[in-house]
């Protein structure tokens, strides 16, 4: 007689248990009929090794195997840990059936985005924002991702912003289908994540545009340069992300529906004009710091002409000073009763034309 995955036997009402990194964990029926089931770390244990029980038997003989079921209608776990706590490899390994190359990412501890398949799994590699980003370069952290048809797992060194929304939306009711569509979700979360940063960053610029337009181009030429940096660093660490998953999709997984392939293909898009507003900003960025450089190097300008001018206008004065302040003998007006006058007259004379000539240039 056909044999299928046994139900899973009652959750207890605790989860997010951290024995070994285990911030959460949730069971779906892959129908979206009843809400997800938190799982904890016992009970994913027990999942997992009845997944991996019921793998066994289905490799017996044909007998064996189950009847096929509709796309998107598999029982599915997912589990997202906390790699600072120093259990949560070893947990996974032991437990979680996922590609050596998924394993190999978390020990070398790889930033470069990637989404690759693996045998018969999904192995990615994503950067995202911190759960308290605050607009700093460094603001900016990696989620490891494993996904095969019945697990997803998500790993992660500091709390990031667009899982912990995921996780929010899964704990107040949100089931998708199947593992892909969860890891579409993901991926629409993230390009929710970027619409707001980009939206705060135009505000900001925004500013500074009438800050410069009101001739106070300091006001924020700082914050400027620091939201810049923020920007190229995001453009840097994202942009790979959609072409990776379109090369993926050129060769999904078996048990990848097509309906899921084409969600990701849609999400891809919407996360490609993300970028592309991302790099609209960068631009725009790039425009008001060299129209701030160009305004400071006037100012800059018109400043050493004055000082240039006060220069020259002052240049008789001094040299006829130094003449005539010479402790020596036969210096001509010396017993002239009018000698000072004759002096001012001279002087005068030669400051008019060195101000003439330095004014006409100017012009």
Same mark, same amino acid.
């Given at each position: 007689?056909?044999?299928?995955?046994?139900?899973?036997?009652?959750?207890?009402? /605790?989860?997010?248990?951290?024995?070994?990194?285990?911030?959460?964990?949730?069971?779906?029926?892959?129908?979206?009929? /009843?809400?997800?089931?938190?799982?904890?770390?016992?009970?994913?244990?027990?999942?997992?090794?009845?997944?991996?029980?019921?793998?066994?038997?289905?490799?017996?003989?044909?007998?064996?195997?189950?009847?096929?079921?509709?796309?998107?209608?598999?029982?599915?776990?997912?589990?997202?840990?906390?790699?600072?706590?120093?259990?949560?490899?070893?947990?996974?390994?032991?437990?979680?059936?996922?590609?050596? /190359?998924?394993?190999?990412?978390?020990?070398?501890?790889?930033?470069?985005?990637?989404?690759?398949?693996?045998?018969?799994?999904?192995?990615?590699?994503?950067?995202?924002?911190?759960?308290?980003?605050?607009?700093?370069?460094?603001?900016?952290?990696?989620?490891?991702?494993?996904?095969?048809?019945?697990?997803?797992?998500?790993?992660?060194?500091?709390?990031? +912003?667009?899982?912990?929304?995921?996780?929010?939306?899964?704990?107040?009711?949100?089931?998708?289908?199947?593992?892909?569509?969860?890891?579409?979700?993901?991926?629409?979360?993230?390009?929710?994540?970027?619409?707001?940063?980009? $939206?705060?960053?135009?505000? +900001?610029?925004?500013?500074?545009?009438?800050?410069?337009?009101?001739?106070?181009?300091?006001?924020?030429?700082?914050?400027?340069?620091?939201?810049?940096?923020?920007?190229?660093?995001?453009?840097?660490?994202?942009?790979?992300?959609?072409?990776?998953?379109?090369?993926?999709?050129?060769?999904?997984?078996?048990?990848?529906?097509?309906?899921?392939?084409?969600?990701?293909?849609?999400?891809?898009?919407?996360?490609?004009?993300?970028? $592309?507003?991302?790099?609209?900003?960068?631009?725009?960025?790039?425009?008001?710091?060299?129209?701030?450089?160009?305004?400071?190097?006037?100012?800059?300008?018109?400043?050493?002409?004055?000082?240039?001018?006060?220069?020259?206008?002052?240049?008789?004065?001094?040299?006829?000073?130094?003449?005539?302040?010479?402790?020596?003998?036969?210096?001509?007006?010396?017993?002239?009763?009018?000698?000072?006058?004759?002096?001012?007259?001279?002087?005068?004379?030669?400051?008019?034309?060195?101000?003439?000539?330095?004014?006409?240039?100017?012009?």
């Amino acid at each position: 007689m056909p044999r299928s995955l046994p139900p899973p036997a009652p959750l207890a009402a /605790s989860h997010g248990a951290d024995a070994a990194g285990l911030i959460c964990g949730y069971l779906f029926d892959g129908q979206a009929q /009843s809400p997800p089931q938190p799982l904890d770390l016992d009970e994913a244990a027990l999942w997992l090794q009845s997944v991996a029980d019921a793998r066994g038997d289905f490799t017996a003989g044909p007998d064996l195997l189950p009847p096929a079921e509709p796309a998107g209608a598999t029982p599915y776990a997912w589990l997202h840990f906390n790699l600072s706590h120093a259990q949560a490899q070893r947990w996974l390994e032991r437990h979680a059936d996922l590609p050596d /190359s998924f394993y190999e990412a978390l020990r070398d501890g790889t930033h470069s985005t990637r989404i690759e398949r693996d045998d018969d799994a999904l192995v990615a590699v994503i950067n995202d924002l911190h759960f308290d980003f605050g607009f700093e370069p460094s603001d900016i952290a990696t989620l490891w991702i494993g996904v095969g048809p019945r697990l997803v797992v998500t790993a992660r060194t500091r709390p990031l +912003r667009s899982v912990d929304d995921l996780r929010l939306a899964v704990r107040t009711g949100e089931a998708p289908r199947s593992t892909t569509e969860l890891l579409e979700r993901l991926m629409r979360t993230q390009a929710d994540v970027l619409v707001g940063v980009v $939206r705060t960053v135009t505000g +900001r610029i925004d500013a500074v545009e009438d800050a410069l337009l009101s001739r106070r181009p300091d006001a924020q030429r700082a914050r400027l340069g620091e939201l810049r940096r923020v920007l190229v660093r995001l453009q840097r660490l994202l942009a790979p992300e959609p072409a990776a998953l379109f090369r993926l999709l050129q060769r999904p997984p078996a048990w990848m529906a097509e309906a899921d392939a084409q969600g990701l293909r849609d999400a891809s898009e919407e996360f490609s004009v993300v970028l $592309r507003d991302m790099h609209g900003l960068q631009e725009r960025v790039k425009l008001l710091q060299e129209e701030i450089a160009a305004s400071v190097q006037e100012d800059n300008n018109r400043s050493l002409f004055v000082l240039t001018v006060v220069t020259v206008l002052a240049l008789p004065i001094n040299i006829l000073a130094g003449l005539f302040g010479m402790n020596v003998g036969g210096i001509p007006l010396a017993e002239n009763p009018h000698g000072f006058w004759h002096l001012v007259a001279i002087v005068a004379s030669f400051t008019a034309v060195a101000a003439w000539l330095a004014f006409r240039k100017k012009k």
